[in-house]
């Protein structure tokens, strides 16, 4: 077993699609260990996505994420790094596969609903920025 973190981002949240985004994650198979609902500050959102931080779109990104409540989410399956990467789909929804999460509920390549990490130890980098070690232990397995 395998656990990841999901970011049901703000514009999911704002449309109200966070619901359909949590059952079709328990449809594939992933069991939410934890989840929360924050709005994050500037610091964090900044702290989050250090890794884009040259990037051209990463101001954009970041007003994006702060610009309302996101939903942390830690998931557990077997593979769940990867699985997860492919059931969310590509990050431009236009490039998305049908049926991925992103295909259903983005709207834009900025804008496109769901957070996954990247890697199990981005993964477990991410989780331990929402979740403590306790919560996620305690999570009734
Ligand atoms: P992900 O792993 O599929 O989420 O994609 P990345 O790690 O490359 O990018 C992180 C997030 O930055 C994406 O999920 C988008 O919200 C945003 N993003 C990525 N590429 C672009 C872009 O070209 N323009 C803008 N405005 N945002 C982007």
Known sequence: METTLA?????????????????????????????TKLRLGETQARAFY????????????????????????ALERDNAVKRLREVMGATNPQEAAVGTIRSLYATSIEKNAIHGSDSPENAAIELGFFFSRAELLAAGR
């Open 7 to 35: 970011i049901i981002k703000p514009d999911a949240v704002a449309a109200g699609d966070a619901g359909n985004i949590l059952a079709h994650l328990e449809r594939e198979g992933f069991e939410i260990l934890a989840i």
């Open 50 to 73: 250090e890794v884009h931080r040259e990037r051209p779109f990463y101001d954009s990104l970041v007003e994006f994420m702060t610009s309302g409540a996101v939903m942390p989410v």
